[in-house]
C-alpha cells in the first residue's frame, strides 16, 4: 500500500483546511488513520475511521474541530480541520492499518509521507 498526503498549507488560527490522502491497494479493507507529528515532539495520533467509514476516534484536543471522513470509491481519507490553533502546527501523516479501530502507531501497517500545517497566531 502506498499513501500520498496533501492539501498542507499555511493558515491563520481560527481558519479552515483539509488534508487528504489518497490510497493504493484495497484500500476498502483498511482502517485508516491520522498522526501529527509537531517539531521536538512525538508523533501523536489524531483520528481514526474504519474500513467503512461507520466509525471513527479523536484525540481529545480535536474533538469539534476536526473531522475524519472516507471515500473509497476514491481511495481517499480526508481530515478536515477547523478552528485551527497554533498548537495544531505539525506534519500530518496518513496511516493505514490491518486493525479494527485503534489509536495506537504500532497497529497501522503503512505510512505516507506527510503533509505540513502551519497554524499562525
Known amino acids: 500500500v502506498q499513501l500520498q498526503a496533501s492539501g498542507g498549507g499555511l493558515v491563520e488560527a481560527g481558519g479552515s483546511l483539509r488534508v487528504a490522502c489518497v490510497a493504493s491497494g484495497r484500500f476498502g479493507l483498511y482502517t485508516m488513520g491520522w498522526f501529527r507529528q509537531a517539531p521536538g515532539k512525538e508523533r501523536e495520533f489524531v483520528a481514526a475511521?474504519?474500513?467503512?467509514?461507520?466509525?471513527?476516534v479523536y484525540t481529545d484536543s480535536v474533538k469539534g474541530r476536526f473531522t475524519i471522513s472516507r471515500d473509497n470509491a476514491k481511495n481517499t481519507v480526508y481530515l478536515q480541520m477547523s478552528s485551527l490553533k497554533p498548537e495544531d502546527t505539525a506534519v500530518y501523516y496518513c496511516?493505514?492499518?490491518?486493525?479494527?479501530?485503534?489509536?495506537?502507531?504500532?497497529?497501522?501497517?503503512?505510512w505516507g509521507q506527510g503533509t505540513l500545517v502551519t497554524v499562525s497566531s
Open positions: 475511521i474504519n474500513y467503512s467509514g461507520g466509525n471513527t
Open positions: 496511516a493505514a492499518g490491518w486493525n479494527s479501530l485503534t489509536t495506537s502507531r504500532a497497529d497501522y501497517n503503512y
